[in-house]
């Protein structure tokens, strides 16, 4: 049985420009020595060392520097297959089909079973729940090593078909593997040769497999010669096709992103992702390639990295972590992703919507076009109302669904028409302004002219100042109230109290405050580095905790608990237990990013979008 995870209909009007969101590649060239070798495949072993294959032979690379292993030229060549068994022996399988093994002391040695090794190419390895290795060839079938015997299952045992492009286990040790006439599951069971086969018969949309990908324990996707892109329900036996025509030929790699998206590599029009939410494919660049460009295969790291080998230009690799979105309306100054996935912009020229789940997919609209409005700041309410906080016209609230607005204005009760922040909980709003900070109080008629109440905190109150950059609504319902010059506030149940010293150091101007899991509050300053509060005292981070970039922008914490550094030279990532800092700039393609202050926000999926006077950085 066979779905359609993309509705047809929209098909047309859901691939991405060219300028849309991209992950950042660098490339890897092999050795000067070495320029004349073609990769053909990417992997990693379990001591973080990435495995390249090539026309040549097989490399081990650092990162920085290549490794050549060599081997006796008779039995070298082109490698096909890696793979590490559990023991930490490290396979490799080459076309003319031989195998050698590097085991963990370091030493290479061609492996020559008393049965003879195969004279068709190694296609793959694997390793099933009893230990035994299995081999796939592309012309005798699967091989699989028991008890240091080696035992052939081919077409005489019922395989689909001897020549086998790719083989992978399932969680529970089964190798499925893809032929020419479909898919063959092997195992052995008490000794005994057991095959299951998956067709056209079976629901399968085309018996071509060219690659396999299992994600957990219920599902395989599967890459085809002609249908492109389907995944099998292990528990339902159904197949859920992503699109159907495909139109961007053989597959030939597939590498998954958790329940995020799944990156396919093809015979000839480079790689596309497919983001699941969205239900959208996108293309992806590699620098300098043409858009026909054949990949060989994909591969994603312990780290997240994501390696790719194109025929033409060797190696690359992509953090994901951080991906750049080309914004035409200018500097990004505010950015919001609302529960309905859509994502929001504010800059000097209006509110724009980046709506990633409708026919206006991957696009800027500009929202209120005859409103002349420099954007600085956005928040979401309960309702799903939309807060525009403007540099000069106070705040717009506005229903997304329904086009309703209201403006609010000092005429209205807020404290100043410059609005820097917006924060809020429940029917609550607070409000940074350059004239103190406004407490709203609304209900969900509040668009229809529903009832308003507001309270003023300013330079006459307890917080002793009007200028105000940043509000935060802790765990607790607390606001937090960074300004400038007067150091942190809090209003805590109608209460304000503020700390001028962070134990023996002065606190003057609040940029960015974000919250960990501990609920500790994380503060940055305009000169004076971090702060991190746990409610009684101060911890103080500077360039001696290694802190790189004192000019610090945005704060935010990541779905992991980092706390996210924004800064003009890049982006640091800080355990706020350990207190271990990763620092990502040029070797992601993030330097000299010209951030703006406190243009930040996290998705409903974890994602921080990070507005910079050129892009967005997510």
């Not at 054949?294 to 690799?317: C, M, P, Q, Y």
């Not at 994502?343 to 409708?358: A, N």
Request: proline share 4%.
């Amino acid at each position: 049985m066979q779905r359609l995870l993309l509705t047809l209909g929209l098909l047309w009007r859901l691939f991405l420009p060219a300028d849309g969101q991209m992950p950042f590649f660098r490339s890897h060239p092999l050795p000067e020595e070495h320029q004349d070798a073609e990769v053909n495949l990417v992997w990693e072993a379990g001591n973080g060392y990435i495995w390249v294959g090539t026309s040549k032979g097989a490399f081990r690379y650092d990162g920085v520097d290549y490794q050549y292993l060599a081997v006796d030229s008779l039995s070298g060549g082109a490698v096909s297959a890696l793979f590490e068994d559990r023991d930490g022996t490290v396979w490799i399988g080459f076309a003319k089909g031989h195998i050698y093994r590097l085991d963990p002391t370091g030493s290479l040695q061609r492996w020559q079973p008393e049965e003879g090794t195969p004279a068709a190419a190694i296609t793959g390895f694997a390793e099933d729940g009893q230990g035994r290795i299995w081999f796939s060839t592309y012309g005798e079938g699967l091989y699989y090593l028991d008890q240091d015997h080696l035992y052939n299952l081919n077409i005489d045992d019922g395989l689909l078909g001897d020549d086998v492009y790719v083989m992978k286990p399932d969680a529970h040790g089964r190798m499925w593997c893809g032929t020419d006439g479909g898919i063959s599951i092997c195992w052995v069971e008490e000794g005994e040769k057991k095959l299951e086969r998956l067709t056209k018969a079976e629901g399968l949309p085309d018996e071509i497999v060219r690659e396999l990908l299992p994600q957990g324990e219920r599902y395989m996707w599967i890459g085809m010669y002609d249908r492109g892109v389907c995944r099998y329900d292990l528990e339902e036996q159904t197949f859920d096709v992503l699109q159907d025509p495909w139109e961007f030929g053989v597959v030939n790699a597939l590498e998954l992103f958790e329940d995020h998206e799944i990156w396919i590599g093809t015979n000839g029009q480079g790689i596309w992702r497919y983001a699941f939410t969205a239900q959208t494919f996108q293309p992806l660049e590699l620098p300098n390639h043409p858009s026909n460009t054949k990949i060989l295969d994909l591969h994603v790291d312990v780290e997240g990295n994501v390696w790719a080998v194109s025929r033409t230009r060797g190696l690359f690799s992509a953090n994901r972590q951080f991906e750049l979105l080309s914004a035409a309306s200018g500097s990004v100054q505010a950015v919001l992703e609302d529960s309905r996935h859509r994502l929001w912009i504010g800059t000097p020229g209006g509110l724009f919507r980046y709506d990633r789940s409708s026919s206006e997919n991957w696009r800027f609209v500009e929202e209120w076009g005859s409103y002349d409005l420099n954007v600085v700041c956005l928040q979401e309410d309960e309702y799903g109302h939309i807060w525009a906080g403007t540099f000069g016209q106070g705040v717009f609230c506005f229903d997304p669904a329904t086009g309703r607005r209201r403006q609010i204005t000092p005429a209205d009760g807020l404290a100043n028409e410059n609005v820097l922040s917006i924060d809020g909980i429940n029917n609550k709003m607070w409000l940074a302004t350059l004239g103190g900070v406004t407490e709203l109080e609304f209900n969900d008629r509040f668009l229809d002219g529903g009832p308003l109440k507001y309270r003023n905190f300013d330079r006459e109150s307890d917080l002793g100042t009007g200028f105000v950059y940043k509000i935060f609504v802790d765990s607790r319902g607390r606001t937090w109230i960074g300004t400038d010059g007067k150091g942190l506030s809090v209003i805590d149940n109608g209460r304000i109290t503020s700390y001028s010293m962070a134990d023996t150091v002065p606190l003057k101007t609040v940029y960015s405050i974000t919250e960990d899991w501990l609920g500790h509050i994380w503060l940055s300053t305009d000169r004076n580095g971090i702060f991190e509060f746990d409610g009684e005292r101060f911890s103080h981070l500077t360039v001696k905790e290694g802190i790189r970039d004192l000019s610090i922008f945005s704060l935010a914490t990541d779905a992991k608990g980092n706390i996210l550094i924004v800064h003009p030279s890049g982006v640091d990532l800080l355990d706020p237990l350990t207190r271990h800092l990763i620092y990502y700039d040029e070797e992601v393609g993030i330097q000299d990013i010209y951030p703006n202050l406190n243009a930040i926000c996290e998705s409903s999926e974890g994602d921080i979008w990070i507005g910079t006077q050129q892009a967005l950085l997510r």
